[in-house]
């Protein structure tokens, strides 16, 4: 197997390393059940990861009358800012991005989240001087999965896909990496299982950053693999 040192490390936030997925499910939850599209909180818990378009889509189906979308999601966004103080940043989230800096690694938080919510997250996180770049979600045109938030964030950095990897929490940024060629490193702490993660392309499974961070290491962070991103699935805690 190749392996080669990448340059930097593109970061999911929302579920990878901030606490959010299940806010994020009630959120959604609440905002159709007020506009009258009641929804069972598994099925919005699976789609979470998707932007709010393919989300709607997935959970209500395309035909669906869109007359109400913006209403929708308008009310998620206001509840969910309304837990904004309260965001808490899943275990040793900024340790990592810090070792990942010391490491001569560029950290890229690569997330579609709306510009209110990109601003909470990072104070949550509170590494914002080891961060080299951001995204939101007016920097792509689609989202996840989708590659297009991940192709902003590589020009924005300037970084190549051939030379990163991506930390994401759910099957829809391992899609959406595997779009790019790019390894993603799957962490359970969003609420998607090993295997799910795994079965759709991740080439290493966590169950939260702080678990990375202990395998830094040895994992794909630091020693990229190029011939085959499906082979040698890591399965550390």
Not at 56 to 77: A, K, M, N, S, Y
Not at 138 to 145: L, V
Not at 146 to 165: N, T
Request: one cysteine or more; glycine letters at 8%.
């Amino acid at each position: 197997m190749a392996a080669a040192r990448p340059e930097g490390v593109l970061f999911d936030v929302d579920g990878t390393l901030v606490d959010t997925t299940y806010l994020h499910t009630v959120a959604w939850w609440e905002a159709l059940r007020r506009c009258g599209h009641p929804v069972p909180m598994a099925l919005i818990h699976r789609s979470i990861g998707m932007g709010s378009d393919r989300l709607l889509d997935h959970l209500l189906g395309p035909e669906r009358d869109r007359t109400e979308d913006d209403r929708v999601r308008d009310v998620h966004d206001s509840l969910f800012l309304g837990y904004a103080e309260r965001l808490t940043p899943l275990p040793h989230a900024a340790d990592l991005l810090r070792a990942c800096a010391e490491r001569g690694l560029r950290v890229v938080l690569a997330t579609s989240a709306a510009e209110q919510e990109v601003r909470a997250l990072r104070a949550a996180l509170d590494a914002d001087d080891v961060v080299d770049t951001v995204t939101s979600s007016a920097d792509a045109r689609r989202s996840k999965p989708a590659p297009d938030i991940l192709v902003a964030a590589l020009e924005q950095s300037g970084l190549a896909a051939g030379r990163v990897v991506f930390v994401g929490d759910s099957v829809w940024d391992v899609a959406a990496a595997g779009r790019l060629g790019i390894p993603c490193i799957g962490l359970t702490c969003g609420g998607t299982g090993r295997a799910e993660l795994a079965g759709a392309g991740a080439v290493e499974v966590y169950d939260d950053p702080g678990a990375l961070l202990a395998n830094l290491t040895d994992s794909s962070v630091l020693h990229r693999r190029h011939d085959d991103i499906d082979a040698d699935l890591n399965m550390k805690a």
